[in-house]
Every structure is written in C-alpha cells, then in structure tokens.
C-alpha cells in the first residue's frame, strides 16, 4: 500500500512518466519494423555451468525461503500462511526478472534491392552499321532503340535498380566506365523513397503514431488492473474491519469469564472459537487483496511501462489532451511523396555517342564488378560488338564475374559474317596548294567478304562548284549530279588509276597518288575504287576532299627579340619557301645588317594597311616594350576583323617582363592574346624554367590527335613516335591554366613541375574573333632537326598555315567561317566560329545564326550558333556539333538577304581508328564465352531480330536476388526506465503488505 500511496503521488507521477520521441513505442508499427521484448541479461551468460548455477540459486533460495516461512507461519491459519509465502515468493521472483533484464527494442528490416547493370559499348565502332544491310541504322542507333523505344530500364524497374554505364575512353588514363543514369526500383520489393537503392526507416519508432491513436480508448489491461487494484483495496478493508470485530468480540468474551469460574472451560472454548473463525475470515480476506494487489500491479505497470509515449495519467484515462509525439526529421506523407524518385530524363544520342577511341570492355567490366555489391547484382547486360581491343582482357573480369556468380547477359550488335563490301574509309589532301607544287592524296582502302579482291582505284579531280557530291559517305546532295551513279563528281576527270589487292579481313589497306595542279582556284578531289559487282553498299565507294590552288604567297611577319636559334631556322625555312613571302623585324638589329627576308624592317608596321597586308604574325620572345598602345590595337583588330594568325613563341628574357607591371593596361592587353593565363612568379619563384639540365619530352593531350601541324610525318602514329623520342625540350615559361575556350594540345612532363595536380601548358591556342593564336611554351622545336630537317620545316611550315587558315579561305567580304579541326575521329566535338557583318559592314548583331550540317548518311541538321562570349566587339557566333559517324561533314552558313545571298562553307572529315577499323565483324565467340561461363545467355542481335523481344526475355532470365538484413536498434531507455519502476512499485508493495500482515498476526 505505501508502494501504491507512492506512486500515486503527482511529483512521483511526473518523473516516472518523462517520455522521449526516439524511445517510445510505436501505436502503429512501420511495416519493416518490429518491436522485440528479449532479456539482454540472457544474451551475456555463455556456458551450460552459468546458466546451472543460476538456476541452482533460484531453487536454493526458494526452498530456504518456503522452509523458514512455512516453519514461522506454521500456527497461523491456512490463508495467512499461503499469503505470506506467495508475497517473498513473488518478489523472488520480481528480483529475478529484475536480474535478466527485459529490455525492448526495434528491429528493422534493411532491404537493399536487385540490381542490374546496362554497359553499352560506346567506342567509335559502334558508329558502324548493325548488319551488312546497306540501309542497316548503326549500332549505336538499334543500342538506342533497345534502351529507349523498347523501354528497357522501364522493363527492369520493376524488380530492379537498374544503372546504365558508358564504356568509357583511354583519355586521361583510366578508361573507367561512366554512369548514366540510375534508375529506382518501381514495385515490389519495399523501394526506398529517396531511391538510393536501400529500404530504411526511422530509428525512433514514434514516427507512426498519430492523434488517434493516443486518444483511443483506455486499455483492457488497464481497466483490469484498475479493477484488480480497486477490489484488493476492497478486500484489505474488509480484512480490517473483519479482524478488528474479531479482536473486540474476543475482549467481551474474557470479561464473562472472570464472573463464572464454573464455566471456565466453556467459556475458553466460546472465546477461541469465534476467534479462530474470524482469523481464518481475514486470512482469506489478505489472501485476495494480494493476489488482486499483485494482478493490478503487473497489469497497470506493464502497459505503462510499454506505453512510453503517455504519461500515467493518459494511461489510467486521466488526461486525454495528448501531443503526438514530433520528429524533427519526419515528413508529411504528401511531401515524402512529392520528393519520391523521378525518373532521370536522358538524351540518349548525347550520352551513348560513340567517340572512344579504344574497347576497353575488359576493364569497364572489372570495374563494375569490383564498385558494385555482388550479392544484390543479379546480371550485367553487355550491349556491344564484342571487340575488346584495349586494356585488360576479358579473362580477368571473367574470373571475377565467376568468383561472384554474376551472370552476364552480351547484347551482340553487328554482323557476324560481313558481307562482300569494298570502302574507301578516309581521304587525306592539303587544303591550300600552290599552281605547280606536286602534293599528294593519300586513302586508305578496307573489304570483307570471302575471298581476296583486286580492284581499280581512282582519282579524280573537278571544279568545285560548291554544289554536293552524289557519294554517301561524304557531301550527300544531288544537286548537279547523275543520279543514274551514286558515286560521281560533276565535271570529273580520272587524273590516276591503280590496282590494288584488299584482302577480305577487313584489315586497312593504303594508297597514295601524287598531282600537280594546274589551274587556280576552289577544286574537289575524289578518290573511288570501281567496285566488283558483288559489292553489297555502293554508297561507301568514294570520298571526297575540297583543296584550294592559289597564286598569291603566304605573306609572314616574323618577330624577334634577339637572333635565337628558333628564330634563325623559321627565317631561313620560309625565306627558301617559295610559296611564302617574309618579312623580318628584329629588335636588336642594327641599321645595315642583312637578313634573309624579303624586306627588313625596323619598326613595328604603322598603320593598318601595312599590317592587314600579312597573313600571319610570329613573335619570338618579342620586346613588347617596343610595340606601343596604337600598335596593339591593329593587332587586335588584325586577329577580329582580318582573320589573321599569330604565333607566340616564349622565351627567357622578354616574357617575364609581361607580367612584371600589373596594373599596366598594355600588360592586360598583351595578356588577352595569349591563350593561356600567364603566371605572376618569375622562374626563380617556380612561373617557369629556364636552363634546365634535363630534357622532357611534350605531354601531348586528345586534341593533339587532331591537330594537323602535329602531325610532321606520313602518318600521326609515325609523327607523335618522333616527337616522343626527339621533341623533348629544356626550359618552359609560367603558365597558370587555359583559358576558356583555349585548346591545351602539350604539356611539360616533368612532374617536379606539377601544380595543383596539372603539369604546366607548353603548348595551346584559340580563336580571338576571327583570327587564330597559338603559343608555344619554349623556343626549342630546332631540335626536331636531329631527326631530320623535313620535320622541322613540316611542323612549323603546316603551323602557319594553319594559323592563317581564315584569312586564306576567306571567300566572302560578309564574314569567315571556321573550325578549329578539319580532320577528327569519330565522336569527338568540332567547334564552329563564325565573324559575320551586315550590309554595312558593321558587327552582325542576331542574337543568333543558324547553319546547317550535312552528314555523311545524308541527312541535315541544324546548328544553332550563339554570340562568344570572348569576343566584346560583338559580330562573332561559336556553335558545335559531334561527329559520330565517319565520312565527310559539310558546314553551310548562309548571310546576306535575297539579293545578296552568300554561303560560306566547311569541311570537316572525320575516321575511325585504326584499332576500331580493323576488326569490325561481331565477335560472337568470345560473347558466347562470356555469356556461357557465367550461366547468362547470349543475345545476338540480326537483321530480323525484334529489339522489343530482347527486352521481354532478359526480364524473364535476369531473376531479382535483393539482400535483406536485419538490424537490431539500441534498448528503448524510458522503456528501461518505466521497467524498473514498475518492479520496485511490486515490490514495495508486496513487502509493505507482508509487513502488514506480519504485524497483524504478532510474527517477528
């Protein structure tokens, strides 16, 4: 009872019924989460001999306990005994579940879902027709088809994640595969909303309980203990009151004794008999005031104790004004389900452009397999041709595939047996000649079939009327043509013919052809091979090139500081070039001194006129302090509105003093030439190097592929041989970063030299309005000379015609069109600048121009070409598009209104590489291996086959594997609390009733 009077008091109420969000009981229980009651003592207790000696003591201490009180007890009525011993039996009992500790906690079901992977195969092979059909899509086009119109993710989703990957380039060295998208699992399998792949929940499991549900009503066990309390408070009342009647009618009888001595035995049976009588009546009364004391005890305390989101009084139906509990960290449902995941939206003919140069299928492979969990990953799908031709082999990624029994699923794109085709893959010619100079056009030539072929080859030269070709791989309008032969060239003539041998392995085959011209002007060139009659695809028989035969010489500017060995080569190169025509000012110079040029000058050239005169500008570690404010601007205005080149050459002694003024104008005005960012430090201070003792040959970067002037022998592989093993250089000047929109083609390789993670720029360029500007980092390309001196001439002479290319190909006084590569590989982005006027002359100011793109299959696009931004004089427009098919690209820009209409054009061709040409069937057995070693299924894919039907059956053969885990949450602390409480309140009372009883009945 003191126990109950405690409990009953307010203050004691408040501390007992403190709850806490993340500890509380759930009304309504999350359906990955449970809540689990076990004895944490229990857990701890290791061995047969601990758990014997627990129960040993138990029944040792019961037995002594029942012993003794059954001996002091042993007079008392039959009730009073039971009663007394059930309550130390009881709160042995209590103390020994106090001992094992009940505990509570949640347990929460962690599902990580299946998941698939999608790699596709992104190198440039896959730009190659599907089947050897001659209207066949590519096989990246029937990828596409598969992903997006058969809806594959969609069909996955329902019972997996599903990540699709590129395959990823050699490019920066890692040839890692790169991740598209990742989509949800849909149904099913308990998708988590943030769809990060796992199914969580709150710790606190308080986050589902509501309103309602605290306010229901009381419960049964409540309502039982209540009861079971109220009747024990009844029944010790009653045994009160029975014992007290008892006590007074026992006095009444001893007083009756003392006046009868005769009666004395009587009279002590009289008084002993209602005594006994009334005992055994409170016996009995004590013994349901416990048993109901105890029942209410347990069944009011256990549903408090489990309650811990109510106070005591919300339990017993006091209170009814209950908070829900908050949690700062819960959603509404409707925000939850606003913030679900959404399917990512791709393009799809961006992300899977087939621009690697290499396949690497081994290493993507091993990639995936060592990022992703291998128990939740039910397959890999491989869409691809099969031709792994870089990286790891397949072998490695294999075994791994084994060891984690990962299924893997190819998608085999392509022809298996290609079909009698002959091709004239790429086409290489000069873009500017000079009448008389002999130059060459070289192709390279492939076929596949059954057996060898020898076939005719010819070359075929005509007047470029500006109107397309008939060929399907190059300039695909028929305007002027026959359409009679898809392979013509309006006004051609067969120039040379030589017979060739193709063997049928597709392997890629060379041919070279030398002219002479003639003639001035804009001429097309054709190379077309007569084909055998069992030629299957007509259209890819001939390529075409534009070349431009000019009179006038290239007239050079050369620019020097003081006589170094750069500068005497270049002047001694070009002076001997009879197709150029140089001019030389050399800043140390004296008045009298000869020079190999044509004219020698001592100034910077005055006026616009002089300086417009040239085509290209070349400074050698020029003295800037010697160029004045006015002299800058014609060079800005040589660069934006004259399509001039310049070439800055670096160099130890004027350089440096470029930055040394900061707040100079004409320092910031010089700076805005180059392309790079010029560092502030000095060489001392680490902005460069400067008579080193080591020589380090270029890094060179992609884009260095591309570039013509590189490429100082017959072939790139040849020319970038030599410049690793005889363009190593010494000294370098400080360069920050590139600017934007600049090229980085080189850079300094010695990594002692490495800032911030990046090795310093030797060698960029960029477009500066219409003009071109290109630096070098170092005056030390003389030293190709050791490999011969035709490497030296060819880089510096294809270098400045390079530069000059604008003002040389200017073909209209509306504007320039440029780009910054005319020869790239299949994938990569070729950039566009156009420097347009109006009708006056002035600065085109459209918010926009739009070209168009003819593709070598024929169709046109559009190319939205917006303001540059580094270009303040406004007039200049950049745009961009990628090649993902091999053959000749045409850019048309018309300007002007009807009566003044021109076009302005360019060429771009574009090639696979060689390691892609070369083996384009479908390797079907080495996807067949791949499938059957890991107990996939290999899909090839004909012409016949239906992509959605691929799509239904890896659906049906890829089986969802998620991975369930079970989670044990920490001890629920209020509940802890609450649990004890609830104990000590039994036992208190049960020790306090026996104490009672004990007293009323005379015991010790």
């Given amino acids: 009872m003191i126990g109950l009077s405690y409990l009953m008091n307010p203050q004691s109420l408040q501390v007992l019924a403190q709850t806490s969000v993340g500890n509380s009981a759930p009304a309504a229980q999350s ?36 012993f003794f009180y059954r001996r002091d007890v042993a007079e008392l009525p039959r009730p009073v005994r039971w009663t007394l011993i059930g309550l130390r039996l009881t709160v042995i009992l209590a103390l020994v579940f106090l001992f094992f500790d009940l505990v509570r906690r949640t347990e929460r079901r962690v599902t990580r879902p299946s998941e698939v992977v999608v790699l596709v195969d992104t190198s440039q092979s896959m730009s190659l027709p599907a089947d050897g059909t001659i209207d066949a899509p590519s096989r990246i086009q029937r990828t596409i088809d598969l992903i997006d119109q058969a809806k594959l993710i969609e069909t996955f989703g329902d019972n997996h994640r599903t990540s699709v990957y590129s395959l990823g380039g050699p490019e920066g060295g890692s040839g890692q595969p790169e991740l598209i998208t990742t989509s949800a699992v849909v149904t099913g399998l308990d998708a988590d909303e943030s769809g990060n792949g796992e199914t969580t929940t709150s710790n606190s499991a308080t986050t589902a309980v509501t309103t309602s549900d605290l306010q229901a009503s009381t419960n049964p066990f409540v309502l039982f203990g209540l009861f079971c309390l109220t009747a024990g408070a009844i029944a010790s009342g009653l045994a009160l009151f029975t014992g007290a009647s008892a006590g007074l009618r026992g006095r009444a009888s001893a007083s009756d004794a003392t006046q009868s001595t005769t009666a004395l035995r009587g009279g002590v049976q009289a008084s002993r008999t209602p005594t006994s009588s009334g005992s055994e009546t409170v ?51 409707s925000e939850k389900e606003d913030k679900g995941p959404k399917q990512q939206v791709v393009d799809w003919e961006t992300a899977l452009a087939a621009n690697d140069a290499q396949s690497r299928i081994g290493d993507a492979l091993r990639s995936i397999l060592v990022d992703h969990d291998l128990t939740t990953l039910a397959g890999v799908v491989i869409i691809t041709d099969g031709q792994n031709n870089g990286g790891a082999p397949l072998s490695s990624a294999l075994s791994l595939a084994r060891r984690g029994e990962v299924s893997l699923y190819p998608i085999g794109l392509g022809s298996s047996r290609p079909p009698t085709n002959v091709r004239v893959v790429d086409l290489e010619a000069p873009r500017r000649v000079y009448p008389g100079d002999k130059f060459a056009v070289a192709a390279v030539l492939q076929a596949t079939g059954p057996t060898a072929m020898d076939v005719e080859v010819e070359l075929i030269d005509a007047l470029d009327t500006g109107e397309a070709t008939n060929s399907g791989n190059n300039d695909n309008s028929s305007n002027g043509s026959d359409q009679s032969n898809p392979n013509t060239l309006a006004g051609g003539q067969v120039l040379q013919t030589q017979k060739v041998h193709l063997e049928p392995d597709a392997s890629l085959s060379g041919i070279r052809f030398e002219i002479e011209p003639q003639t001035v002007g804009r001429r097309r060139l054709a190379v077309r091979i007569v084909a055998p009659r069992e030629d299957r695809n007509s259209a890819d028989d001939m390529q075409t090139a534009r070349y431009e035969v000019v009179a006038r010489k290239l007239k050079v500017l050369a620019i020097a500081g003081g006589p170094t060995r750069e500068y005497r080569f270049v002047r001694n190169l070009l002076y001997r070039d009879e197709s150029v025509e140089l001019d030389v000012w050399l800043q140390t110079g004296r008045t009298g001194m000869s020079q190999d040029a044509d004219q020698l000058l001592t100034e910077f050239p005055p006026t616009a006129e002089d300086l417009f005169a040239y085509d290209a500008v070349m400074m050698f570690d020029p003295d800037w302090s010697a160029i004045d404010s006015a002299s800058l601007d014609l060079i800005d205005r040589f660069l934006t509105q004259q399509a001039g080149g310049l070439i800055l050459v670096a160099g130890p002694v004027y350089h440096p003093k470029i930055t040394s003024k900061r707040g100079d104008t004409r320092s910031s005005q010089i700076n805005g030439f180059f392309p790079v960012n010029l560092a502030t430090r000095g060489p001392l201070l680490g902005g460069g190097r400067q ?27 040849e020319s970038f041989e030599i410049w690793n093993e005889y363009g190593s250089v010494y000294d370098y000047v400080g360069v920050k970063s590139a600017k934007p929109g600049a090229k980085a083609y080189a850079y300094f390789s010695d990594p002692t030299t490495e800032v911030s993670g990046s090795l310093p720029i030797f060698a960029a360029s960029q477009f500066y309005g219409a003009g071109r500007v290109y630096f070098q980092g170092s005056g030390e390309m003389w030293r190709l000379r050791a490999a011969g001196d035709q490497y030296f001439d060819s880089y510096y002479t294809k270098l400045i015609r390079w530069v000059s290319e604008g003002r040389l190909l200017r073909d209209s006084n509306r504007g320039v069109l440029l780009v910054d590569a005319s020869r790239v590989m299949v ?53 961009n598009f990628v090649a993902t098919t091999s053959g000749g690209y045409e850019v048309q820009l018309t300007v002007g209104d009807a009566l003044d209409e021109q076009t302005l054009r360019q060429t771009v061709q574009v090639r696979l590489p060689t390691s892609e040409l070369e083996r384009p069937r479908r390797a ?31 659906t049906t053969k890829i089986e969802p594997q998620p991975q369930i885990t079970l989670l044990a949450g920490t001890p629920d602390r209020l509940f802890g609390e609450r649990r004890n409480a609830v104990l000590m309140w039994l036992i208190a009372s049960l020790l306090t009733f026996e104490w009672i009883t004990r007293r009323l009945h005379r015991l010790a």
């Fill in 31 to 66: 359906p990955t989460e449970r809540i689990v009651y076990e004895f944490a003592r229990a857990e701890t207790l290791d061995g047969w001999w601990v758990w014997a000696a627990i129960v040993l003591a138990v029944v040792i201490g019961t037995s002594l306990c029942y």
């Fill in 283 to 333: 016996g009995w009364f004590l013994l349901v005031a416990a048993i109901t004391l105890g029942l209410g005890i347990i069944s009011l305390g256990s549903v408090y104790a489990v309650r811990t989101e109510q106070s005591f009084r919300n339990v017993v139906g006091l209170d009814n004004t209950i908070s829900p509990p908050t949690d700062s960290s819960s959603e509404p449902a």
């Fill in 691 to 717: 008579g080193g003792r080591n020589a380090w040959p270029l890094e060179f970067t992609p884009e260095a592929s591309t570039a013509e002037f590189l490429w100082i022998a017959d072939t790139p592989e």
């Fill in 827 to 879: 994938g990569q982005t070729v950039t566009l600048r156009a420097v347009l006027v109006d009708d006056q002359f002035q600065p085109l100011t459209d918010p926009f121009v739009t070209a168009k793109l003819l593709t070598p299959d024929g169709k046109i696009k559009d190319i939205r070409m917006s303001p540059a931004a580094d270009s303040p004089r406004g007039g200049t427009y950049t745009g």
């Fill in 924 to 954: 079907d057995e080495e996807l067949q291996q791949l499938a059957s070693t890991t107990r996939g299924l290999y899909f090839p894919v004909d012409t016949n086959t239906s992509i959605s039907s691929i799509a239904q059956e890896l």
